[in-house]
């Protein structure tokens, strides 16, 4: 940007000064302020190489002068772009304290924890503890203490995930059943919940990760009844009051006798749709009174006491009540499907 003619002595003062403060007058930042400086004033401008040449004392006055004025201007104009930017940065960094803030993206929990802890809430309610199971276990308690014989099809590594020849995957919650009874001596009354394995191939109903709800009820003189008034009062609390349950017969090696449990269907009212394959009754989980062998491994005696237990799954609750069309949406991780709930 420098001139460095060498036409130095061709330098007309007055001409020079004047350019050069319309070029500073005309500078609309810092940078272009300093631009204008160097230009007109840096060691290899038109001004400093006639200064330098100069050989008479007018043609110096008056280029000193012309220094003089141009020096002033830049000093003048800089103050004006100072000022000017620091009231636009006051203004551009001034707060609005009546803008929306920044929004912090708010989490929630998974549907299937959201229908653990209300599982919980509902035995808490009736005076169980919630007790805490072990994921992995060993095929003991997972298989012997619930009354498995060796040939039982659920001992098939085909089945259940083995860790070592003992170790396995817990399959269902009962596990926890045992580990309390064993810790302690009657009555018992506790939920336990958490995540089971089984070798299962994900479809839309079936997921290898599962999540149950174990519970146990161990006293004198608990019969069928306290069963049937405990569930019935469970599935009125998770899918409406006006909800009927009915208890179907069914096997369990761990319960004795076993009962399925089904609640009248809530998109119908019984009347048949697709959700209850037109019976008007959805199946829940089974159920049954602990099997006296059961007992006896724990140490219980079972002329003194006797108890019932469930286990239910609560991905399957989740389903029911919000009409999933597939388990593997709870899995899939997207947030969209899960901000629904
Ligand atoms: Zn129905």
């Not at 930017?85 to 001034?94: F, G, M, V």
């Not at 995930?161 to 009657?186: C, N």
């Not at 009844?225 to 409406?240: M, N, S, V």
Request: aromatic share 8%.
């Amino acid at each position: 940007m420098t001139d460095s003619s060498d036409t130095v002595a061709a330098v007309d003062p007055q001409a020079l000064q004047e350019e050069a403060l319309a070029a500073i007058a005309a500078a609309s930042s810092l940078d272009e302020l300093d631009e204008a400086r160097v230009r007109y004033l840096g060691r290899r401008s038109a001004l400093k190489l006639a200064l330098r040449e100069v050989r008479d004392r007018e043609t110096g006055m008056a280029l000193n002068a012309a220094r003089e004025a141009i020096e002033q201007a830049v000093a003048t104009r800089q103050h004006e772009l100072e000022r000017a930017e620091l009231d636009r940065a006051i203004a551009e960094e001034r707060v609005d304290v009546t803008l929306p803030g920044t929004p912090h993206p708010r989490g929630r929990l998974h549907l299937v924890t959201q229908v653990r802890r209300e599982v919980e809430d509902i035995f808490l309610g009736m005076g169980y503890e919630v007790v805490d199971g072990r994921e992995v276990e060993t095929t003991r308690y997972l298989f012997d203490a619930l009354n498995m014989p060796p040939n039982h099809p659920t001992r098939s590594p085909l089945h259940t995930f083995y860790v070592g020849e003992d170790t396995v995957l817990r399959s269902e919650t009962s596990p926890s059943q045992i580990h309390t009874m064993e810790a302690k001596p009657p009555p018992v009354y506790m939920v336990s919940l958490g995540r089971c394995y089984r070798r299962d191939t994900a479809d839309a109903t079936h997921y290898p990760i599962f999540h149950q709800v174990e519970g146990l009820a161990v006293d004198r003189g608990i019969t069928l009844a306290d069963l049937k008034g405990t569930l019935r009062a469970l599935l009125r609390q998770l899918f409406g009051a006006e909800r009927e349950a009915r208890f179907v017969t069914h096997f369990f090696p761990f319960t004795e006798p076993s009962v399925e449990v089904l609640v009248s269907c809530f998109q119908c009212d019984g009347d048949g749709c697709p959700m209850c394959r037109h019976s008007g009754w959805i199946e829940i989980g089974g159920s049954g009174m602990v099997d006296p062998n059961v007992l006896r491994f724990v140490g219980y005696d079972p002329e003194e006491v006797s108890g019932f237990a469930f286990g239910w799954g609560l991905e399957r609750i989740a389903i029911l009540r919000h009409g999933l069309p597939d388990i593997r949406d709870l899995w899939a991780n997207d947030l969209r499907f899960l901000r629904q709930f």
